[in-house]
Structures are given as structure tokens and as C-alpha cells.
């Protein structure tokens, strides 16, 4: 089985989807499960039943459809998926799966101390004018939090939260089902109406859904601690994050005979986004309000020339970049989602081929001193404005040399480099300054803090 996800969506809108499930292959008595993968800093899962592979590429904040196995006694297990292969991080553990119940299973608490927590509950068909809602606490930085579904903008000192009042890390709600419609979730600590730590906004909540809603700890951007992770029984997933979340926007110049350029938002070309970038140089992450943009690459001389466009959409919580890539009179761009979640396990790192004189490349990690001569590349055949998005790696230090595609003829390197567990980096290949030979290295992320 494989999973499909949705795009975060606000207000977030999931339908026809009932906890009554009958998948085939199961005869007799049967039970059902999920899992929700909501360990902040572990790479992704595969859940195995009785030793077996049942689901796979779990990520962070994501969940399986509900699952059907026979009635009884099986154990469960999770698997991380590390640079260096698989590693048993839930050892085989034994659940009572007992007829006509759901079990939610979720994966929390950090790396080093990862755990399961397991919230059984009576199957049963969801009526199409509610929604059923249970959430879940796996934020370990909010170890004790009351949680309101209300009316958009009711006044949280005459509201209830759900459950208790106080949701404890790693602990749950009851499903719950409500009337469908509009709705609002906020997210205090337990005992008091304010701070307000998330804010949803307004969301609708649509009739027959079954949802499970997971606070996750916040690692993207924003100011709110949590964001929710939402997967209903078919295993359709949504990221809900706090109405102050921005999207966040950074800009690489690889243009080698580019002069200094300038970013316009929207054609607003007095107060440029960013206003002289000379090639090589990159620019921050900066805070957006999501919505759609138009971007336009200018001249710094003069913002009214427009050599290059970039149109996007940006979303609350997205890490995006931007490239100016390729020689100025035919100047390009190309946009990247950087998945920026740092992982225990290993090193994260990417390359962006943005040397247009280079062509489709290969790159090689060895170790130190080593060479190339009888060692295979790590990544081959990138092409130009290629990304090979970020790739875990074992912690320490290589030779890194990008190669012509398919040879041993080196374009750049070996450079040396180090890197460590819950590491960030990404590097773009260049032209020299006018083009061409010597070839080069942009080093960004964690390498140039």
C-alpha cells in the first residue's frame, strides 16, 4: 500500500470517509488499525505486522488509512529508515486486536526515546451529518494541553475543551463526533484559556468523516509551538497549521555573468524583496504572507526590467527556494521545496546542478584523500537545474567531486566536507564568474550558518 497525501488546505474540507472498512483478504473475525507517524526527528517508517511489511515511507505527521487484521494476538513493529538501512526503532510489541474494535497506534516522542501510544475504540459507521474528531497530544515540548473545537470566534472562557480538559503528552481524546460544518481549533495549556499556543482559524469540517487529529511539534516555521496533522480512515493526510504561519522565501544567484539582481513581489518595484544579490550569494530565508506571488528578476540598476519570472504559490509552513540559473541574456528560474525537518539519524544533504556549462553530472562521496578511481558516484546523471532533493547521509567527513555524467572527468572538487547527525545542507554547482571553467561550489544551509 502506498500512501496519498493532500496538500495543506485551509479551510480544510475531508469527506465520505466512514469506520466501517472492509479492505478484503480478511476473513473472519477482523479489527482495525492505524498508525500515525509523529515522532518529530525520526526519518521515515515502515510498519511491519507479525515481522511482515505492511506499510511503508511513513513521514512525519502522516498516517496509514485504517488497516484490517484478523481478530487476536499480533505484534507490530516500526522500522526507521536511515542512511545506513533499516533500523528497528518499535521493537515487536504485542497488541490484543480484539473483533469489531479500532486501534490508533502512534509513533512519539523524540528519536532517542521513541515510543508507541495505543488508543482502542469501538468500530463504528459515522453518520453523513457528523464528524468524528479524536486528538491526539504527541508534541513533547506541551506536555499538558486543553484543546476547543468551537464556533469561529467563540469566547474560550465560555467554551469546553475536549475530553478532560488537560491532554497529557502522549495521551488522547475519546472520538468524538460532532455536527459538520464550521469550526475553529485552539490550543491553550491546560488549566487556562490564554495564551492561545494554535490557532486554526476557521476550518469546515465535512459529514462521514472520521479524522484523527495529531498536535505534532512545530519544525518548520512560525511562532506556534504545535501544528496539527490530520488523517482520516482512508489514510488522506493534511497539514493544519496556526493562522500566523508564513511561508518562508530564499533566493540563490548561480548566474555566472549576471550582474547584481534585484527581487520584485508583485510588481512592487520601489521596495524590491530583495535588492541587489550578486552572483554567488544567496539570501536568508524570509518570512511571507502566503498567497499567490509573481516574482520578476531585474537588473539592480533598474527594477522596471524584467529579465526572468517566477510565479508561485506559497502555503503557511512551505520552505521555498529560488534560482537564477543559466547565462543573463536567457536567465532562468527554478523553484525548490526544501523539506528543511532535521533528522537524528543522519545528515540531510542536497545538490542543485545549476552550472550551465556543465551539463548532466554525476557526484562522488568519498572519503577523504581517497580519489575516485575505483569507487561508484553517489548520485549520477543530474542535469542542469537538476536537484536531487535532500538525501540522509552517514555523519562525517567526505571528498565530495561532481564529475561529467557517466565519466571520471572532474568538473569540481574534491572538497572536502564535513557533516553531522540533524544536519542540513545543500549545495549548488557553478560556472566560474562570465561562465564556463573552473567550476565551482555554492555551500549553503548548515554549511554557511
Same mark, same amino acid.
Given at each position: 500500500?502506498?500512501?496519498?497525501?493532500?496538500?495543506?488546505?485551509?479551510?480544510?474540507?475531508?469527506?465520505?470517509?466512514?469506520?466501517?472498512?472492509?479492505?478484503?483478504?480478511?476473513?473472519?473475525?477482523?479489527?482495525?488499525?492505524?498508525?500515525?507517524?509523529?515522532?518529530?526527528?525520526?526519518?521515515?517508517?515502515?510498519?511491519?505486522?507479525?515481522?511482515?511489511?505492511?506499510?511503508?515511507?511513513?513521514?512525519?505527521?502522516?498516517?496509514?488509512?485504517?488497516?484490517?487484521?484478523?481478530?487476536?494476538?499480533?505484534?507490530?513493529?516500526?522500522?526507521?529508515?536511515?542512511?545506513?538501512?533499516?533500523?528497528?526503532?518499535?521493537?515487536?510489541?504485542?497488541?490484543?486486536?480484539?473483533?469489531?474494535?479500532?486501534?490508533?497506534?502512534?509513533?512519539?516522542?523524540?528519536?532517542?526515546?521513541?515510543?508507541?501510544?495505543?488508543?482502542?475504540?469501538?468500530?463504528?459507521?459515522?453518520?453523513?451529518?457528523?464528524?468524528?474528531?479524536?486528538?491526539?497530544?504527541?508534541?513533547?515540548?506541551?506536555?499538558?494541553?486543553?484543546?476547543?473545537?468551537?464556533?469561529?470566534?467563540?469566547?474560550?472562557?465560555?467554551?469546553?475543551?475536549?475530553?478532560?480538559?488537560?491532554?497529557?503528552?502522549?495521551?488522547?481524546?475519546?472520538?468524538?463526533?460532532?455536527?459538520?460544518?464550521?469550526?475553529?481549533?485552539?490550543?491553550?495549556?491546560?488549566?487556562?484559556?490564554?495564551?492561545?499556543?494554535?490557532?486554526?482559524?476557521?476550518?469546515?469540517?465535512?459529514?462521514?468523516?472520521?479524522?484523527?487529529?495529531?498536535?505534532?511539534?512545530?519544525?518548520?516555521?512560525?511562532?506556534?509551538?504545535?501544528?496539527?496533522?490530520?488523517?482520516?480512515?482512508?489514510?488522506?493526510?493534511?497539514?493544519?497549521?496556526?493562522?500566523? +504561519?508564513? /511561508?518562508? *522565501? !530564499?533566493? #540563490?544567484? &548561480? @548566474? %555566472?555573468?549576471?550582474?547584481?539582481?534585484? $527581487?520584485?513581489?508583485?510588481?512592487?518595484?520601489?521596495?524590491?524583496?530583495?535588492?541587489?544579490?550578486?552572483?554567488?550569494?544567496?539570501?536568508?530565508?524570509?518570512?511571507?504572507?502566503?498567497?499567490?506571488?509573481?516574482?520578476?528578476?531585474?537588473?539592480?540598476?533598474?527594477?522596471?526590467?524584467?529579465?526572468?519570472?517566477?510565479?508561485?504559490?506559497?502555503?503557511?509552513?512551505?520552505?521555498?527556494?529560488?534560482?537564477?540559473?543559466?547565462?543573463?541574456?536567457?536567465?532562468?528560474?527554478?523553484?525548490?521545496?526544501?523539506?528543511?525537518?532535521?533528522?537524528? +539519524?543522519? /545528515?540531510? *544533504? !542536497?545538490? #542543485?546542478? &545549476? @552550472? %550551465?556549462?556543465?551539463?548532466?553530472?554525476? $557526484?562522488?562521496?568519498?572519503?577523504?584523500?581517497?580519489?575516485?578511481?575505483?569507487?561508484?558516484?553517489?548520485?549520477?546523471?543530474?542535469?542542469?537545474?537538476?536537484?536531487?532533493?535532500?538525501?540522509?547521509?552517514?555523519?562525517?567527513?567526505?571528498?565530495?567531486?561532481?564529475?561529467?555524467?557517466?565519466?571520471?572527468?572532474?568538473?569540481?572538487?574534491?572538497?572536502?566536507?564535513?557533516?553531522?547527525?540533524?544536519?542540513?545542507?545543500?549545495?549548488?554547482?557553478?560556472?566560474?564568474?562570465?561562465?564556463?571553467?573552473?567550476?565551482?561550489?555554492?555551500?549553503?544551509?548548515?554549511?554557511?550558518?
Amino acid at each position: 500500500m502506498r500512501k496519498y497525501s493532500l496538500l495543506a488546505m485551509a479551510p480544510l474540507l475531508l469527506s465520505g470517509c466512514y469506520d466501517d472498512h472492509n479492505y478484503g483478504g480478511i476473513s473472519g473475525p477482523s479489527a482495525n488499525f492505524q498508525v500515525i507517524h509523529a515522532s518529530p526527528d525520526t526519518p521515515s517508517l515502515t510498519v511491519l505486522i507479525d515481522g511482515q511489511p505492511l506499510f511503508g515511507d511513513l513521514h512525519y505527521g502522516e498516517g496509514t488509512g485504517e488497516l484490517q487484521v484478523t481478530a487476536g494476538s499480533h505484534t507490530l513493529s516500526m522500522q526507521a529508515e536511515t542512511p545506513t538501512g533499516a533500523v528497528t526503532v518499535i521493537p515487536a510489541t504485542a497488541i490484543n486486536f480484539a473483533q469489531g474494535n479500532d486501534y490508533v497506534v502512534a509513533a512519539e516522542g523524540a528519536y532517542a526515546s521513541i515510543g508507541t501510544a495505543v488508543f482502542p475504540h469501538a468500530l463504528s459507521t459515522v453518520d453523513p451529518s457528523a464528524t468524528r474528531v479524536q486528538v491526539l497530544n504527541a508534541a513533547p515540548t506541551e506536555p499538558s494541553i486543553a484543546v476547543y473545537l468551537t464556533a469561529p470566534g467563540a469566547d474560550l472562557t465560555a467554551s469546553t475543551p475536549l475530553g478532560t480538559g488537560s491532554l497529557a503528552f502522549m495521551g488522547a481524546t475519546a472520538p468524538a463526533d460532532v455536527t459538520s460544518g464550521s469550526y475553529e481549533i485552539r490550543i491553550t495549556a491546560a488549566g487556562t484559556t490564554t495564551p492561545v499556543l494554535f490557532d486554526s482559524g476557521a476550518i469546515a469540517l465535512s459529514g462521514g468523516t472520521d479524522l484523527v487529529i495529531t498536535a505534532l511539534q512545530n519544525v518548520g516555521p512560525g511562532t506556534a509551538p504545535v501544528v496539527l496533522g490530520l488523517t482520516d480512515a482512508f489514510g488522506n493526510d493534511a497539514t493544519l497549521f496556526d493562522i500566523s +504561519t508564513p /511561508a518562508t *522565501l !530564499r533566493v #540563490v544567484n &548561480a @548566474s %555566472p555573468d549576471s550582474p547584481p539582481l534585484s $527581487v520584485v513581489s508583485n510588481g512592487n518595484t520601489a521596495a524590491p524583496l530583495v535588492a541587489g544579490l550578486a552572483f554567488e550569494s544567496f539570501t536568508p530565508y524570509g518570512a511571507l504572507t502566503p498567497g499567490p506571488y509573481t516574482f520578476t528578476l531585474t537588473p539592480a540598476s533598474n527594477t522596471s526590467q524584467v529579465i526572468a519570472t517566477e510565479v508561485l504559490a506559497l502555503n503557511p509552513g512551505t520552505q521555498q527556494t529560488i534560482y537564477a540559473l543559466g547565462a543573463y541574456a536567457t536567465l532562468g528560474t527554478e523553484a525548490t521545496f526544501d523539506n528543511r525537518r532535521r533528522v537524528a +539519524t543522519g /545528515a540531510k *544533504l !542536497r545538490l #542543485v546542478q &545549476a @552550472s %550551465p556549462a556543465a551539463g548532466f553530472v554525476d $557526484v562522488y562521496l568519498t572519503a577523504p584523500g581517497a580519489g575516485i578511481a575505483s569507487m561508484a558516484p553517489a548520485i549520477v546523471g543530474i542535469p542542469f537545474g537538476g536537484d536531487t532533493g535532500f538525501q540522509q547521509v552517514v555523519a562525517g567527513s567526505y571528498d565530495l567531486t561532481i564529475t561529467t555524467a557517466g565519466t571520471q572527468t572532474v568538473l569540481a572538487g574534491p572538497t572536502t566536507i564535513s557533516v553531522i547527525n540533524t544536519g542540513i545542507y545543500t549545495i549548488a554547482s557553478r560556472d566560474a564568474p562570465g561562465g564556463g571553467a573552473p567550476f565551482g561550489l555554492i555551500l549553503m544551509d548548515d554549511f554557511a550558518p
